[in-house]
């Protein structure tokens, strides 16, 4: 793909998993996972003819995206493109379910506020509840590659116990799953406008601007 941009712009530079083309007038980008490709571009059907037509691709399923590495993009009532996991999360119940045969239970936080799971003395799990704990976390870390930071910090927190969990651990697993089944219509949005902060409180903007100075 990286000759298949340099034919097209003037200038393109490559990573491992992404090629970038820019010229004097656009500035374009393909990332590709395996045989997935995202293309970024103001005329993605060029694109898509030079790969198909001239560098001879097969490629299938182009148009614009709606599913991508486990993540929904669409567009809100604002026309804002958003993304976020939530066929991967329905998933991830769905499986929840066979493993612990029910739904998650809801959570409105991954932990419980001031909870040090280091401190947990609860009984060890067995083999097979060890493996349902590792399978569990599993989960949830792609979930979190896949856009779902807020649930990052309590995920890292119990991975480590995946050598030898106790049955506190796996509740706390649990209940990140329930916070996750919960809140599994949020998404990401990407705006490329300057942001508006006319409605937000003097004293609030005070301190976001000390924050961001800091």
């Known amino acids: 793909m990286t000759w298949c941009l340099a034919l097209r712009n003037g200038s393109i530079a490559r990573t ?7 010229s004097n007038t656009q500035c374009e980008h393909i990332a590709a996972c395996v045989g997935d ?67 998650p ?9 001031g909870d040090h799971p280091e401190l947990d003395a609860s009984e060890l799990l067995n083999e097979d509840d060890q493996k349902t704990h590792q399978s569990l976390i599993g989960a949830l870390q792609w979930a979190i590659q896949i856009s779902r930071f807020d649930i990052q910090t309590s995920v890292m927190t119990l991975s480590r116990f995946r050598a030898m969990p106790r049955q506190g651990h796996l509740d706390r697993v649990k209940r990140i799953h329930g916070h996750l089944s919960k809140m ?7 705006r490329t406008d300057a942001p508006g902060y006319s409605n937000i409180p003097v004293k609030l903007s005070v301190r976001l601007g000390t924050l961001l100075l800091r």
Do not use: M, N
């Not at 491992?16 to 820019?22: E, R, T, Y």
């Not at 599913?67 to 769905?94: A, M, S, T």
């Not at 599994?184 to 990407?190: D, N, W």
């Open 37 to 103: 490709l995202l293309i970024a571009s103001k005329d993605p059907d060029s694109v898509v003819k030079l790969l198909t037509e001239k560098c001879q691709f097969k490629l299938k399923g182009t148009g614009p995206t709606e599913f991508h590495l486990g993540c929904d993009f669409f567009r809100d009532e604002e026309g804002v493109l958003c993304y976020g996991p939530k066929k991967h999360i329905e998933k991830i119940r769905d499986d929840y379910r066979r493993i612990c045969g029910a739904w």
């Open 184 to 190: 599994r219509h949020a998404a990401i949005k990407i």
């Open 105 to 113: 239970k809801p959570a409105t936080s991954p932990l419980v506020a």
């Open 16 to 22: 491992d998993s992404s090629c970038f083309g820019q």
